[in-house]
């Protein structure tokens, strides 16, 4: 309960309770997650079993009873007979998924190199930051997109399908690990000249030691802001790969997956099969954008 109580009278939780665009964004994208998450148990139906589709549905408006089945369906369905509302809980999952993973590989490499190239300086550090430098120099999705098509050349067309979302979550991944590695860096070029690191030498801890029990938990507060901004740009980036046909496969479609479907029909006045995945994924990467905001602006010591 004492450590229950020093966490609510935390400035971080006493800026949270005090910023209505905080909580709006928590609910909002704690609510998205905990459907995708019980998307099984939630949704209506599985729109992916071919088994409970009825082609008679198809193209069903919003809360408007079928002409032929006489089904209404809250979001209206697609050109398959898909419960709309059930495929954006379904591809929010992977959507998700996708997100997480690419983020934490990223963080986790990104940490990996900054460290050693902020400890052992010298031609590793040189190196290293000139590979981030070129990388830096490209949009991360042209990187994510050479990097997706080079790994399915290498896969055989049987299997693509099968590794085609570890394939886009370690493309997203190595597109995104040089925010966190230039941070860690210049985080550990200053943590390692102070004078705790330097009587730890001292006395003959081991350099990995120094390094992931002292000075990895003085870089973290800033790689959890940047990996809680990079989660919203992992699942845009994910939609856009999706959207753009590289991405996950049609059996397994995500929400940028959904948009691609959809706009095929928007001009035909079907627009609820765009609209509603569109508002879904907008709805996930802005409440997760604020509260990477939030959280940026709360662990700010100058702005206390």
């Known amino acids: 309960m004492d450590r229950l109580a020093r966490i609510w009278d935390s400035d971080v939780a006493w800026s949270f309770r005090h910023s209505p665009i ?4 928590a609910v909002v994208a704690l609510g998205t997650i905990f459907a995708a998450v019980f998307a099984p148990w939630l949704a209506p139906y599985n729109p992916f079993d071919p ?10 408006p919003p809360g408007t009873p079928n002409a032929v ?23 929010a999952r992977i959507s998700l998924f996708v997100g997480f993973a690419a983020v934490i590989f990223a963080m986790v490499l990104g940490i990996a190199l900054g460290l050693l190239a902020g400890w052992r300086g010298g031609w590793v550090d040189s190196l290293l930051m000139r590979i981030a430098d070129v990388q830096l ?42 925010q966190y590695a230039r941070v860690v860096r210049g985080a550990t070029m200053v943590e390692k000249g102070r004078e705790y690191v330097q009587a730890a030498r001292v006395i003959g801890v081991h ?18 802001v940047i990996a809680t901004i990079g989660l919203a740009l992992a699942i845009i980036a994910e ?3 999706s959207f753009l046909g590289v991405g996950v496969p049609p059996t397994q479609p995500s929400l940028g997956t959904l948009i691609r479907i959809g706009q095929q029909f928007l001009f035909s006045g079907e627009w609820w099969i765009l609209v509603f995945p569109s508002v879904a994924l907008l709805a996930l990467a802005l409440s997760v954008n604020l509260l990477g905001d939030w959280l940026r602006d709360a662990l700010n010591p100058r702005l206390r």
């Not at 905080?22 to 964004?25: G, N, R």
């Not at 089945?69 to 591809?91: C, E, K, N, P």
């Not at 350099?207 to 959890?224: D, T």
């Open 22 to 25: 905080a909580i709006v964004a």
């Open 51 to 60: 088994a409970s589709l009825n082609l008679m549905n198809g193209f069903t």
């Open 69 to 91: 089945t006489g089904q209404a369906f809250v979001l209206g369905t697609d050109h398959q007979g898909r419960d709309i509302l059930s495929t954006i809980l379904y591809g």
């Open 137 to 178: 120099s490209f949009p991360s999705i042209l990187i994510a997109l050479l990097i997706f098509g080079v790994a399915r050349g290498f896969i055989p067309a049987g299997m693509r399908e099968q590794v085609a979302i570890w394939v886009l979550i370690v493309s997203i991944g190595l597109s995104d690990w040089v």
């Open 207 to 224: 350099p990995v030691r120094i390094v992931l029990r002292h000075i990895l938990p003085n870089v973290i507060g800033p790689v959890l």
């Open 239 to 241: 939609a856009t790969l």
